[in-house]
């Protein structure tokens, strides 16, 4: 997306509350460039606890990591951000996006993976932290940009948690991405308000990969790009990371739902619906837990957008990277309600569905 489109489309935005003052009202834009459904904000560090925590009724031993409180807690946000996006139409809708805490069940004390990697370009410096990825090829890694000149990234996006830079300006470099062998993943990235500043980005880069199968085998880079020269003499540069082997990979557990199987993980949920793909729409996904309480991870008809990449696979695969952890070992059930679109001739039809996996 070019650089005025991301400004345009994040004037669009009308924060609620304290936000409202410091985004400006105008017409949507597009998202930026990405293949899927995922929806940008701008469309559609706590310390982790060491000992038990009960939850239902149930109690738990939980990792004491920077990593999770890093990766799955709230980025400076608080509870929650909500945000106003309007068309040309005037009408406007509101979305919500809600955190988690950063605490993780002991299960995952060994998910952790230390990368340790650098990269440097046109005067910026990407330094890559820790990761931590399933089998279904989802995950978060922890990573550092700066430049002692100042990182040229929008404030506005930055106010709702989401990174996004200008790799067209001088000066810049684009939004980090990630790599498995030649084929790249499907990102965001967030900055942590508390502990950014002008020159230095702390953030987190959330990913799904597009095959699990076929990257899952690869290695992974990181990567920085930026624009040089103008008009018909302008390039593209792209520097990367050393590769990065990935040691172990998170379990998956399968519910199913009559011959549809379900994977999920506590960074992510995989659906295979052969005839859902990019013809569904108003989704909702909800996790529903022993002790009677849900998780809603999207729901489009109340604006619920609690998940960082949601995407569709061209082979009827479905996937959601959460904002907030799922406990595995608690779940009960997924839930997944919409309504699938069918064409005969000029006849469009919708017909509702929910499909329930346990």
């Avoid at 597009?30 to 940008?40: D, Q, S, V, Y």
């Avoid at 950014?196 to 290695?219: E, K, P």
């Avoid at 792209?238 to 172990?248: H, I, Y």
Wanted: with cysteine; aromatic share 8%.
């Amino acid at each position: 997306m070019k650089s005025n489109q991301i400004k345009q489309a994040f004037e669009s935005i009308q924060a609620d509350s304290d936000l409202a003052d410091r985004v400006i009202d105008a017409a949507a834009g597009e998202p930026l460039h990405r293949k899927g459904h995922a929806k940008p904000l701008y469309v559609a560090v706590i310390g982790c606890l060491a000992g038990v925590l009960a939850t239902g009724g149930v109690a738990y031993a939980v990792v004491n990591s920077s990593y999770f409180a890093s990766a799955w807690g709230n980025h400076g946000n608080g509870e929650s951000v909500t945000w106003t996006n309007g068309g040309s139409s005037g009408t406007k809708y509101t979305y919500t996006r809600e955190f988690g805490d950063g605490i993780a069940p002991q299960s995952l004390e060994g998910a952790v993976q230390k990368v340790n990697l650098s990269v440097e370009g046109n005067g910026y410096t990407l330094d890559i932290h820790e990761m931590a990825i399933d089998e279904n090829g989802c995950g978060a890694v922890t990573f550092t940009l700066s430049n002692p000149n100042g990182v040229n990234y929008y404030k506005p996006a930055a106010e709702l948690g989401e990174l996004v830079l200008y790799g067209e300006e001088e000066g810049g470099v684009s939004t980090p991405s990630m790599n498995f062998g030649e084929e790249w993943a499907d990102t965001r990235c967030t900055i942590d308000k508390d502990t950014s500043s002008d020159t230095v980005i702390n953030g987190t880069m959330y990913f799904a990969s597009w095959n699990r199968d076929r990257d899952l085998r690869h290695a992974v880079t990181w990567n920085i790009s930026w624009t040089e020269g103008k008009g018909e003499d302008a390039k593209v540069i792209e520097v990367s990371t050393p590769e990065f082997n990935v040691g172990a990979h998170v379990d998956t557990k399968e519910l199913r739902s009559d011959d549809s199987p379900l994977e999920i993980s506590p960074f992510s949920i995989q659906t295979h619906i052969d005839d859902l793909g990019y013809e569904a729409v108003d989704h909702k996904l909800t996790v529903s837990y022993k002790d009677g309480s849900e998780q809603i991870i999207e729901d489009d008809d109340a604006g619920a957008y609690n998940f960082y990449v949601s995407m569709a696979r061209n082979s009827g695969e479905n996937i959601w990277v959460p904002t907030r952890l799922i406990n595995v070992d608690q779940v009960v059930s997924v839930t997944l309600e919409g309504t699938r679109c069918t064409s005969t001739g000029e006849t469009e039809t919708e017909v509702p569905f929910t499909i329930v996996y346990s």
